[in-house]
C-alpha cells in the first residue's frame, strides 16, 4: 500500500480522487492549495504526488518546485493535472520553474501530465508506473538527473486528454421526483423471499425516506449510519444489494467498499452510489450506478429491479444459490 497525496482546490475533486486511490488499496491524504501540499509533503513523505496545477492560495507549479528544490522530496514522482492544454502547461512549466530559485538547478518535467478530466483507469496506470519505478522507456518522460530543458521535458510527458465531462459520461442521475413508481415485490427466486437491501448513509432523514421506498415495493430492508457499522451489517444480515453514501464520519463510503470487496462473499453484491457530491460516478469505479441527491426515486427503483434481476438470473444458472 502506497501513500498517495492529492492537492486540488476543488473539494469534488479532491473526493474523487481520494475514493480513486483507496478503493485502489493506498492511503490517500488530501490537501487544498500548494503550500498545504507541501506542507504535507514534508510531513508525510508521500510515495506519489497528484497536484492540480491551477489553485488559489498556492498553485501546483510553485509547490512542483519547491519539490524539486528539496532533496527529500525531489524524487517523488508527481502526476500534475489540470484542464489546460499539454503545450501551455509545458510552457507554464518553463516559465515558472526554469530553476528553482537556490542555486539555478533546472527543474525536472514532472511524471507525468494529464489533462482533466482524467480517466480513472489511465489515471490508475499511471501512478501504477509511477510508484513501480517504471519511468524510462514506458512514459519516455525524463526526470531525475536530466538537465535537457523543462518545457521540452514536459511536452514529451505522459498526456491524457479525453474532453469528455467527468459528470457528462453518467446517465444516472436525476432530480428528485414527486412519488415512487407503484410497488414491483421482487422476490429471490426459488426462496419465494423478499430481496434485502442495505442502506447506508449518515443522514438519519435520508434513510427513513428509503427505507420507506423500498419498502412499499416489496424489499426487506436495513441500514447503517457509517461504513463501520455497514460492515458489521453486512456479515449480520447478508444483503441482496448496497446503496452507499460517500461523505460519511468515522468511516467513508470507498473505505467500506474497499473493506466488502476484500470478502469473498461480499464483492459481488452489487453498489449504488447515491451522494450529492459532483464526480460520484468516478468515486467507485464498480459501482453498478451513481445517482445525485435528490435522485428520482423511480430511476432507483428501475436501477434496483434490473440489478437483482440480473443477479437473480446468474444465482439460477450457479451450481448451488446462496444461503
Not at 524524487?75 to 518553463?94: K, N, R, Y
Not at 528553482?100 to 501530465?113: I, L, Q
Not at 439460477?316 to 444461503?323: C, D, M, S
Amino acid at each position: 500500500m502506497a501513500l498517495v497525496l492529492v492537492v486540488d482546490d476543488d473539494l469534488s475533486f479532491r473526493f474523487f480522487l481520494k475514493a480513486l486511490f483507496e478503493t485502489d488499496g493506498h492511503e490517500a491524504v488530501a490537501a487544498r492549495n500548494g503550500a498545504e501540499g507541501l506542507e504535507a509533503a514534508r510531513r508525510r513523505r508521500p510515495d506519489l504526488v497528484v497536484l492540480d496545477v491551477m489553485m488559489p492560495g498556492g498553485g501546483g507549479l510553485p509547490m512542483y518546485r519547491a519539490m524539486q528544490a528539496d532533496p527529500a522530496l525531489r524524487a517523488v514522482p508527481v502526476i500534475m493535472l489540470s484542464g489546460v492544454g499539454g503545450a501551455t502547461f509545458a510552457h507554464g512549466l518553463s516559465m515558472c520553474g526554469a530553476a528553482d530559485g537556490n542555486g539555478g538547478k533546472d527543474v525536472d518535467a514532472p511524471f507525468a501530465y494529464v489533462e482533466k478530466p482524467p480517466r480513472p483507469d489511465r489515471l490508475l496506470e499511471l501512478a501504477h508506473l509511477a510508484l513501480d519505478g517504471a519511468l524510462d522507456g514506458a512514459l519516455d518522460a525524463p526526470r531525475n538527473g536530466s538537465k535537457n530543458g523543462t518545457a521540452g521535458q514536459a511536452g514529451r510527458a505522459a498526456q491524457d486528454s479525453t474532453g469528455a465531462d467527468p459528470d457528462g459520461i453518467s446517465q444516472r442521475t436525476g432530480q428528485a421526483a414527486a412519488a415512487p413508481r407503484a410497488a414491483t415485490h421482487d422476490v429471490k427466486e426459488n426462496e419465494r423471499m423478499p430481496y434485502k437491501i442495505l442502506v447506508v448513509d449518515d443522514d438519519p432523514y435520508i434513510v427513513k425516506y428509503m427505507v420507506d421506498i423500498l419498502s412499499d415495493n416489496g424489499y426487506a430492508t436495513c441500514s447503517a449510519s457509517d461504513g463501520s457499522e455497514a460492515l458489521e451489517v453486512l456479515q449480520r444480515e447478508r444483503p441482496d444489494l448496497v446503496t452507499l453514501d460517500l461523505e460519511m464520519p468515522n468511516e467513508w463510503g470507498p473505505r467500506f467498499y474497499r473493506k466488502m470487496t476484500k470478502e469473498e462473499a461480499f464483492r459481488d453484491i452489487p453498489v449504488i452510489v447515491i451522494s450529492g457530491l459532483s464526480g460520484i460516478h468516478l468515486a467507485i469505479r464498480n459501482a453498478v450506478a451513481s445517482l445525485k441527491k435528490p435522485f428520482d426515486p423511480n430511476r432507483l427503483l428501475e436501477i434496483i429491479r434490473d440489478t437483482l434481476e440480473k443477479r437473480g438470473e446468474l444465482a439460477a444458472e450457479a451450481p448451488e444459490v446462496r444461503q
